[in-house]
C-alpha cells in the first residue's frame, strides 16, 4: 500500500511539474523534478522535463546531463535523443548534437524538429570545416598565393553557409592579403561596339582600384553589370570594394557569385576591360 501511494505521489508531483512548465514557472518545475528524480533515478519523463527546464533557464550543462540521463532511462524514446541533441548543440557540440538529431529520425522518421535541427547543425558543421580551412590556409607559415586564394573561398563559403561564422572576422584580411598580390590580366575577348559601354564602365572601375577610389570602384562596376550581368571578374572587383567599405555582407554575395560563375576563379588576377576606340 505504501509503494502504491508513493507512486501516487509521485504522479501527482510530476503532474503538477508538467503544469509549470506548461505556465512557463520553470524554477517550481525545476524543484518538483529535482526531487523526483532524487527519489527515482530510473524516471525518464522526469529527467527529460528537467533538461528542458534547464534549458529554458540557460543551464546548458545541466540540461546535458539531464537528458543525457533521460535516454539511459529510455533509449527507445525520440524526444530525449532530439532535447539532448539541442542541448549538446547550446554548448557547441555540433557532433554529438547532430549524432542525436539523427538517431530521433532513426527511431521516428517523422520527427519533423529533429529533422530540421540536423539539418541546420549540418549546415553549421560544414561552415565550421570551412572556417577551419581558411583559417588555417591564411596563417600558414609563408602561405603561397594558392593557399591565400583558397583561404579566401573557404572563408565567404563559411559566411555565405553562416552568416555568423566568425570568418566574418578574417575576411578583410584575406581579401586585403590578396589584393597586395593581385596582377593585372587583360581580357581576352573582342570589344564589340555594343559592348563599349561595358568595357568604359570596368575600365572606370580599374583606374579606381588603382587610386584605392573603391565608392568610385563601386558604382563602375555596378554599371557595367548592368550591360553584362554574368561577369565573374567584375563580381571578384566588386567583392573587393564591398571587402575595403566594410560591407561584409555585400562583398560575400558578390565574391560567392564569382565562384558560382567560375568555379576555379583565381583571386590573385585583377581582370582589366580596355575600352576599344
Same mark, same amino acid.
Not at 38 to 56: K, T
Not at 140 to 144: A, D, F, L, Q, T
Not at 177 to 181: A, F, G, N, Q, Y
Given at each position: 500500500m505504501? =509503494?502504491?501511494?508513493?507512486?501516487?505521489? #509521485?504522479?501527482?508531483?510530476?503532474?503538477?511539474? &508538467?503544469?509549470?512548465?506548461?505556465?512557463?514557472?520553470? +524554477? %517550481?518545475?525545476?524543484?518538483?523534478?529535482e526531487?523526483?528524480v532524487?527519489?527515482?533515478?530510473?524516471?525518464?519523463?522526469? @529527467?527529460?522535463? /528537467?533538461?528542458?527546464?534547464?534549458?529554458?533557464t540557460?543551464? +546548458?550543462?545541466?540540461?546535458?546531463?539531464?537528458l *543525457?540521463?533521460?535516454?539511459?532511462?529510455?533509449?527507445?524514446d %525520440?524526444?530525449?535523443?532530439?532535447?539532448?541533441?539541442?542541448?549538446s548543440?547550446?554548448? =557547441?557540440?555540433?557532433?554529438?548534437?547532430?549524432?542525436?538529431?539523427?538517431?530521433?529520425l532513426?527511431?521516428?522518421?517523422?520527427?519533423?524538429? %529533429?529533422e530540421?535541427?540536423?539539418?541546420?547543425?549540418?549546415?553549421?558543421?560544414?561552415?565550421? $570545416?570551412?572556417?577551419?580551412t581558411?583559417?588555417?590556409?591564411l596563417y #600558414?607559415?609563408?602561405?603561397?598565393m594558392?593557399?591565400?586564394?583558397? #583561404?579566401?573561398?573557404?572563408?565567404? &563559403?563559411?559566411?555565405?553557409?553562416?552568416?555568423?561564422?566568425?570568418?566574418?572576422?578574417?575576411?578583410p584580411?584575406?581579401?586585403r592579403?590578396?589584393?597586395?598580390?593581385q596582377?593585372?590580366?587583360?581580357l581576352?575577348?573582342e570589344? *564589340?561596339?555594343? /559592348?563599349? +559601354? @561595358?568595357?568604359?564602365?570596368? $575600365?572606370? =572601375?580599374?583606374?579606381?582600384i588603382?587610386?584605392?577610389? @573603391?565608392? =568610385?570602384?563601386?558604382?563602375?562596376?555596378?554599371?557595367? /553589370?548592368?550591360?553584362r550581368?554574368?561577369?565573374?571578374?567584375?563580381?571578384?572587383?566588386?567583392?573587393?570594394?564591398?571587402?575595403e &567599405?566594410?560591407?561584409?555582407?555585400? %562583398?560575400v554575395?558578390?565574391?560567392?557569385?564569382?565562384?558560382?560563375?567560375?568555379?576555379?576563379?583565381d583571386? *590573385?588576377?585583377? *581582370?582589366?576591360?580596355?575600352?576599344?576606340?
Open positions: 505504501g =509503494g502504491l501511494v508513493t507512486n501516487l505521489e #509521485s504522479e501527482d508531483r510530476l503532474a503538477r511539474a &508538467l503544469e509549470a512548465v506548461g505556465q512557463a514557472d520553470f +524554477p %517550481a518545475a525545476i524543484s518538483l523534478l526531487s523526483l532524487v527519489e527515482d533515478s530510473s524516471n525518464a519523463r522526469a @529527467w527529460s522535463q /528537467l533538461g528542458v527546464c534547464y534549458l529554458e540557460q543551464r +546548458p550543462t545541466d540540461a546535458l546531463e539531464a *543525457t540521463r533521460a535516454v539511459q532511462a529510455a533509449p527507445q %525520440a524526444d530525449s535523443h532530439y532535447l539532448l541533441g539541442n542541448a548543440g547550446s554548448l =557547441g557540440q555540433l557532433d554529438r548534437a547532430a549524432a542525436c538529431y539523427r538517431r530521433a532513426d527511431l521516428d522518421p517523422h520527427h519533423a524538429k %529533429a530540421e535541427f540536423l539539418m541546420k547543425v549540418e549546415s553549421l558543421i560544414e561552415s565550421r $570545416e570551412h572556417y577551419r581558411g583559417l588555417g590556409l #600558414s607559415k609563408n602561405p603561397s594558392e593557399d591565400l586564394n583558397r #583561404s579566401l573561398r573557404e572563408l565567404v &563559403l563559411s559566411v555565405a553557409i553562416f552568416e555568423n561564422s566568425p570568418a566574418r572576422d578574417n575576411l584580411e584575406a581579401a592579403r590578396l589584393r597586395d598580390l596582377r593585372e590580366t587583360p581576352a575577348m570589344i *564589340t561596339p555594343d /559592348l563599349q +559601354p @561595358w568595357a568604359a564602365a570596368c $575600365e572606370r =572601375g580599374f583606374q579606381c588603382l587610386f584605392k577610389n @573603391w565608392v =568610385g570602384a563601386q558604382a563602375a562596376y555596378e554599371e557595367a /553589370l548592368g550591360f550581368v554574368n561577369d565573374a571578374f567584375v563580381h571578384q572587383a566588386l567583392g573587393f570594394c564591398f571587402m &567599405l566594410g560591407e561584409i555582407d555585400n %562583398a554575395r558578390a565574391l560567392l557569385r564569382a565562384v558560382e560563375l567560375d568555379a576555379h576563379r583571386f *590573385t588576377h585583377l *581582370t582589366r576591360v580596355q575600352r576599344v576606340n
